[in-house]
């Protein structure tokens, strides 16, 4: 175990933000989803098939990062101002635990992440979705982290990020006034992409066209400033 978890778990990706190359972007698990999904003609270039074609033929672009918020801007509110009410806040105001959420989807966000203590290595416990979005259990506490769970070789470096940015696009996809249609990707389809790539050890790879995690997490960052 290093030193510091939380600086190797909780730092974000900017490299290649807003560029996906096309081998990346090919992954069916998106395209399959987005190709009969209505989409805001304005907003069609922040799409993945979009960004694959360059939207050479469609007018008026937009900036993609004034679609969402980031993972920040969501940490920061009171839970009971999330999008999304009850899939990550429960009626007694309690914060849900990230394995159970969304609470209204019928697939979960894969358990992907655990709570431990430096100090005590028989502890572990399961993180909550504010856990997740802040990429640390306790902020004020030294002793208590957040990390991977070592699930089939997912990446462990990236891995908090990809969750961080996965709870921020579902929040952009189910927020009443600027969510899905007109921010490119639905709730459900964010689930999918996350635990693909969790499942698969860090890879979506089908058909032999490689989406790996930076990909995914380079993606849901070009969603938000």
Request: glycine fraction near 10%; hydrophobic fraction near 35%.
């Amino acid at each position: 175990m290093t030193s510091d978890p939380k600086q190797q778990h909780s730092a974000p990706i900017n490299e290649g933000r807003r560029k996906l190359t096309k081998a990346s972007l090919a992954a069916p698990v998106v395209l399959g989803t987005l190709a009969s999904r209505p989409v805001l003609a304005d907003a069609w270039n922040c799409t993945i098939s979009g960004q694959i074609s360059g939207n050479i033929s469609r007018p008026g672009k937009v900036d993609c990062a004034t679609l969402g918020q980031s993972p920040s801007y969501y940490a920061g509110l009171a839970p009971t101002s999330w999008p999304g009410g009850t899939d990550f806040v429960q009626n007694d105001g309690d914060i849900r635990k990230f394995k159970n959420t969304p609470n209204t989807q019928s697939i979960k966000f894969a358990d992907a992440f655990e709570r431990f203590k430096i100090n005590d290595a028989n502890f572990t416990g399961n993180p909550t979705v504010l856990d997740v979005l802040r990429g640390d259990w306790d902020l004020s506490d030294n002793n208590k982290g957040l990390r991977v769970r070592q699930v089939g070789g997912f990446d462990t470096a990236n891995g908090i990020v990809l969750g961080q940015e996965a709870i921020a696009a579902y929040m952009n996809a189910v927020d009443p006034t600027n969510g899905h249609p007109t921010f490119p990707i639905s709730g459900p389809q964010v689930v999918a992409m996350f635990n693909a790539v969790i499942l698969s050890g860090g890879r979506y790879d089908p058909t032999g066209v490689n989406w790996d995690i930076t990909a995914v997490i380079s993606y849901f960052q070009s969603l938000h400033a």
